[in-house]
């Protein structure tokens, strides 16, 4: 019985963590690719410039899978807390 719950919280883990990188982080991927590309467009900034600008480009995506990433800790602190078996991998 532990194990069918065990499982059925893996499948479900794992289809929110797929909807949110469909949904989400692949907009967010081309967002950064197009605003990095304008980046390397301005022959005028110098190539430090260039690489801050493609780095603030990056900070949101980081920042997003920072959070989901802590998240995913968290849910799991809370699984191994509880009831269920928590030798799991999100």
């Given amino acids: 019985m532990a194990q069918l719950q065990q499982l059925q919280v893996q499948e479900a883990v794992d289809s929110m963590v797929k909807s949110l990188e469909r949904q989400n982080i692949r907009k967010m991927q081309g967002l950064i690719f197009r605003c990095s590309a304008s980046c390397c467009e301005d022959s005028q900034a110098s190539m430090q410039q260039v690489h801050q ?3 603030r ?23 191994a807390q509880s009831n269920l078996p928590s030798n799991w991998q999100p």
């Fill in 57 to 79: 480009c990056h900070a949101p995506l980081a920042q997003a899978q920072a959070l989901v990433t802590s998240e995913l800790e968290k849910f799991q602190d809370r699984l």
């Fill in 53 to 55: 600008c493609i780095e």
